[in-house]
């Protein structure tokens, strides 16, 4: 029986650590909390997980919220005070990563899989990949990510481009014209976005809220809170009164779902190289946010570690007894890229600074335009749709010239 090491217990690592188990293999997860202490945390991230993402888990076995948890039908944006909303393929859900995670942990350990609660640090690295035949890091943050080197080709910043700050909320409403749950953005031109959408917490469906300020812009009005989700409930309030009243009517009076309900920090867009050597001829893989750290603006780290977790899984169902030699790695490493390269290149067109002229142009058009509308919502669940239009200007203006039928100008 080959012996596998996943280290760290997040969306990827347990997807793939579950995944291995149900296949005969000894997998050991290695992970920093208890399900009880992760439990009692503060939130982890916003995760919006799109419809691909989704039947990934489904098909895993793992979707155990599926049925209780809000499904948003259509991405709404405000642009210029007008409301644009477009229906998503499929809908989209959100289940707090504290009761995902901590449930996985447990469903692991109750499956036969062994788990070491610890915190893993480069030296310890060293003795678990020797005592294994494939050790995968699965662990976004911290002196493990950093034994992968950085890609220069594809980190272009140095240092986070937004301020995050997120907060699980009761008492949210819905838009009076909206047909059901929705994922809502409210672009703030030159100063960041800010998202509102129904997930899943312990107690059951509520409001989750994120704030994307660029640093040291008027949105960026965080670091002087005393702490805990009420003060970031209230500072809240006071921005959208100003910056997105629409959103405002729809937040007032909303409570933070518990203790732990708010998290604010920041994040550097980062890839880095997926293998690491840890001793003379003894490598490890790295896996999701480890080497491909996207900013949540767009919504792509769960969606990108599950269909890591998914395409490891079946590499290794692949390769038999061969060795998981560096090769291997970097091969395996190589197909997940071929998705994760589009959604990091969506990302950090949107992070840029001033949104692109031809973005802006996109979605000026969508108000007008249902089609356009249509099919840049749906690039969010796969951002490969980006690839031919979006990310390119001219493309993206012959696109719109095609839709319009008249010639694209410069705002």
């Not at 155990?64 to 642009?79: D, F, M, S």
């Not at 690491?276 to 946010?289: F, K, N, S, T, Y």
């Not at 692109?356 to 249902?370: D, I, M, S, Y």
Request: aromatic share 8%; glycine share 10%.
């Amino acid at each position: 029986m080959r012996r596998i090491a996943v280290v760290g217990a997040g969306q990827g690592g347990l997807h793939l650590a579950l995944g291995l188990n149900g296949r005969g293999y000894e997998v050991t997860v290695h992970a920093a909390r208890r399900p009880d202490e992760v439990r009692a945390g503060s939130i982890l991230s916003t995760q919006v997980m799109y419809g691909p993402a989704l039947a990934l888990e489904r098909a895993a076995g793992l979707n155990l919220w599926e049925a209780g948890t809000p499904r948003l039908g259509a991405l709404r944006t405000t642009v210029a005070d007008t409301a644009v909303t477009a229906p998503f393929d499929e809908p989209a859900q959100s289940v707090d990563q504290r009761v995902k995670t901590a449930r996985w942990l447990e469903l692991f350990e109750e499956r036969g899989g062994r788990v070491e609660y610890g915190t893993v640090g480069p030296e310890q690295l060293e003795r678990i990949a020797g005592a294994h035949d494939l050790t995968v890091v699965a662990t976004g943050r911290g002196p493990l990510s950093e034994l992968f080197g950085r890609d220069e080709r594809h980190s272009p910043y140095d240092g986070p481009r937004r301020t995050l700050v997120a907060v699980y909320v009761h008492g949210m409403r819905s838009p009076s014209d909206a047909p059901g749950p929705q994922l809502r953005v409210s672009p703030a031109e030159g100063r960041g976005e800010f998202f509102a959408f129904d997930g899943t917490s312990f107690d059951g469906p509520c409001g989750m809220l994120m704030w994307e300020a660029v640093p040291g812009g008027p949105l960026d009005r965080w670091q002087d809170l005393p702490g805990g989700p009420d003060a970031v409930v209230e500072r809240s309030l006071e921005l959208l009164r100003t910056h997105a009243p629409w959103e405002y009517e729809l937040c007032a009076g909303v409570e933070p779902t518990d203790a732990g309900a708010a998290l604010v920090g920041a994040v550097t867009p980062v890839v880095r190289h997926p293998v690491a050597q840890v001793a003379p001829g003894r490598h490890v893989l790295g896996m999701a946010d480890t080497v491909v750290v996207n900013d949540p603006m767009t919504g792509q780290g769960a969606n990108s570690a599950a269909r890591c977790a998914d395409g490891y899984l079946r590499a290794i169902l692949a390769h038999g007894d061969a060795p998981f030699d560096r090769t291997w790695m970097l091969r395996t490493f190589a197909a997940f890229w071929e998705h994760a390269r589009h959604a990091v290149a969506f990302t950090n067109l949107l992070l840029a600074g001033p949104l692109p002229e031809h973005v802006r142009r996109v979605l000026v058009a969508a108000t007008a335009h249902p089609e356009v509308a249509h099919r840049y919502a749906n690039g969010f669940a796969d951002p490969v749709r980006f690839q031919d239009w979006l990310l390119d200007e001219d493309r993206a203006d012959a696109y719109l010239a095609a839709v319009t039928g008249r010639q694209v100008t410069d705002a």
